[in-house]
Every structure is written in C-alpha cells, then in structure tokens.
C-alpha cells in the first residue's frame, strides 16, 4: 500500500459501483480483491444491475449485493410509483452509511448514487463522460490504458493494493451444481469442449454468420462445440447450427443465466467469442479468449492475461468505436472490419491456443 491512505478514513463499510454491463462488471472484480485484501474486517457491498447480480453471488469477499432495478427506475419522473421507489432507493443507500464510495462505471447516474450515499470519500475518474466527477470528493484519471487497468489502478490511487492476478471470478456451489449436471447431459469432459459466444451488444461487432459457420463446422472435427447467448442470440445460433452436422453442436442460447453460461465457459478448453462479455469471463476464469475485435480496441477491451488471443483486420478504421458501420461490407451487412477477418485464421489460431 502507498502512504496516501493514511491520509484517507478508515473504511468500515465500503460500497463498489459498477451496475453494467456484464463485461464492465466482470473488469471490476479486481477492485473487490484487493479491497479485501487491504480490509479484512470491512463490509464491502456492490451495486450491480439486478440481471447481474447472480454472478457475483460466487464472491465470497462480497459481503452484499445491491440489486439495481435499471429498466424500472427508468420510469422515475413519468410515473409515479417508479419514482417513490427511486427515492426510497436512495433513501436506503444513504442510509447504509457507506465510508467510502468506488465509482467505476463513471456516468452521472452512478455518479449521483455515489453522492446520495454522503460518504466522506466518493471516488471515480476524472476524465467521466456526463460530469459524473462532479459527484466524486476524489477524481482520479488513471494513465492505464485497458478497462481492466484503469480499475486497478484507480484503486491503488487510493493505496489499496490490487494486483492483475486479483482478475479472477468464483462461482457459487448453485453453479458447480449446474456445471457438472451440464456435462453430464450433453456427455461433455472438463476442458474437452470449444464455446463459441457469438453475441454482442453493437451491431458493428458481429462476425458474419457464414464466417462462422466455417469456423464452427472446423472445430467441431476436433472438439465438441458449444453455443451460448443471450435470448437476442438465439436465431444467429440456428443459424450457425444449422450449417453442421445434427447433434455435434451444443446450442444453450438464451437458456442460461449470466452466471450459468460464465459457468460453462469455465469448464471449457477455450472461448471464442466478439469483444463481449466472454471476452471478460473466459480470463477471469482461467480460459484462454479468441477475441474478435472490429470497431473497438485491443488496447482497450481486448482479451487479458498470456493466454489469450485477439483477432483483428488490417484496415485504416479498425478501432473507430462506432456502433454502426458507415460502409458495411456487401455480404450480409456486416461490418468491413469484422467480414475481413479469415475463419482460416481465426481456426489457425484456436488450434495453436489449444495444441
């Protein structure tokens, strides 16, 4: 720990926010490790969207949950129970008596449920989108580059020590249940089955559908494929299962909870996925990520830790962080920096990871 904390308050109850998304919560957990780590005996609680709150239910260095109902509150100030629950919300949070308060999300939503707790120290980043470091008693701007080390380094600004190898995610004993009944059904081995992760929140991130079926249709020559997703990602799983033989392919899309398929990726020998929540899971629990990465930036959100790989095109736009392409590629309407990439190299590259 650097000397600064000792000019900080002693933190007796501590409360970390990071509602969503998926991916950002999982890029948050180094912070509750270490946090941990620096106060053994300290409540530490976690603010998280209530679809998410389920994969932290594994960390046993969380002492509470705090379940945000994001699409409810979304009505606050056009009905009127929404909005006495909003109230009633903040009312509660402030009356948890946080000491300090982690902000990681960085938007002014967050930031003002920081400043409705009225803890003495309400950190976050300076360099927030929506003035939410208006709300912070100490902004910090990190220097770190990737999501991952931003938090870290967020929370060493105030002396905590949180290391890379606090980038881990446990499972509740409810998962390892669910994970072993799983492989049993589908007659599935431990790291002896491929998952592909095909779904992703911006339309600009897809990988065509063929390209994966070339892909999958490969790989099921050399293990056991299986397919998870959100209920959004159902259809695009027909589809790709739909090119292969009957029975080869494992299609869970839109059947698992977020901590049932973080699960599953955790038994598994690698991930392959867009630069999605998998993307985040699949270090966080031991499994080399095959990321493929089109309008975002490997710097930035690519696949962490030695044993991952991500995949990008050569073209001057890679990395222009839009959510919609200006110049979709002909076949199919994907986007040119994501039709460009080979399933050949994409194939080449999964078989190097696992042989």
């Not at 969380?62 to 009505?75: M, Q, S, T, V």
């Not at 589908?186 to 911006?202: D, F, K, M, P």
């Not at 020559?221 to 695009?236: A, F, H, T």
């Not at 966080?284 to 493929?292: F, H, N, S």
Request: net charge neutral; charged share 25%.
């Amino acid at each position: 720990m650097i000397a600064y904390m000792d000019e900080l308050p002693f933190p007796e109850k501590i409360l970390i926010i990071k509602p969503s998304s998926l991916g950002d919560v999982i890029s948050a957990l180094p912070v509750l490790h270490g946090l941990r780590r620096a106060f053994p005996c300290a409540h530490i609680a976690w603010l998280v969207n209530a679809g998410f709150a389920d994969i932290l239910e594994g960390e046993d260095d969380l002492d509470e949950i705090i379940p945000l109902e994001r699409r409810r509150f979304g009505k606050i100030c056009r009905e009127w129970q929404p909005t006495i629950d909003f109230c009633e919300f903040c009312n509660q949070l402030k009356a948890k008596k946080f000491d300090w308060v982690i902000d990681l999300q960085g938007l002014f939503r967050s930031g003002f449920f920081s400043y409705m707790t009225g803890a003495s120290l309400r950190a976050g980043f300076a360099d927030t989108r929506e003035l939410a470091r208006l709300f912070y008693t100490h902004p910090f701007k990190p220097k770190a580059t990737h999501t991952i080390d931003r938090n870290i380094t967020l929370a060493r600004s105030l002396g905590v020590d949180v290391r890379r190898d606090d980038f881990k995610l446990n499972f509740s004993e409810k998962i390892f249940t669910f994970v072993k009944s799983f492989l049993e059904q589908n007659n599935l081995s431990e790291r002896q089955y491929i998952v592909i992760a095909h779904g992703t929140r911006w339309e600009s991130k897809l990988y065509p559908t063929h390209h994966w079926q070339k892909v999958v249709g490969e790989l099921v020559k050399d293990l056991p494929i299986v397919l998870i997703g959100s209920p959004e990602d159902v259809q695009r799983s027909v589809e790709i299962a739909s090119a292969i033989e009957a029975g080869r392919v494992i299609d869970t899309t839109g059947k698992t909870t977020p901590a049932e398929a973080a699960g599953i990726i955790g038994s598994s020998a690698v991930v392959v996925c867009c630069d999605s929540a998998a993307n985040f899971i699949a270090p966080a629990v031991g499994v080399p990520a095959i990321t493929l990465i089109g309008p975002t930036r490997v710097e930035k959100t690519g696949p962490y830790g030695d044993r991952s790989r991500a995949i990008s095109a050569d073209i001057p736009c890679q990395g222009c962080l839009k959510r919609t392409c200006p110049h979709v590629a002909v076949e199919g309407g994907f986007a040119t920096c994501m039709q460009l990439i080979e399933p050949e190299k994409v194939i080449e590259t999964i078989r190097a990871v696992l042989y």
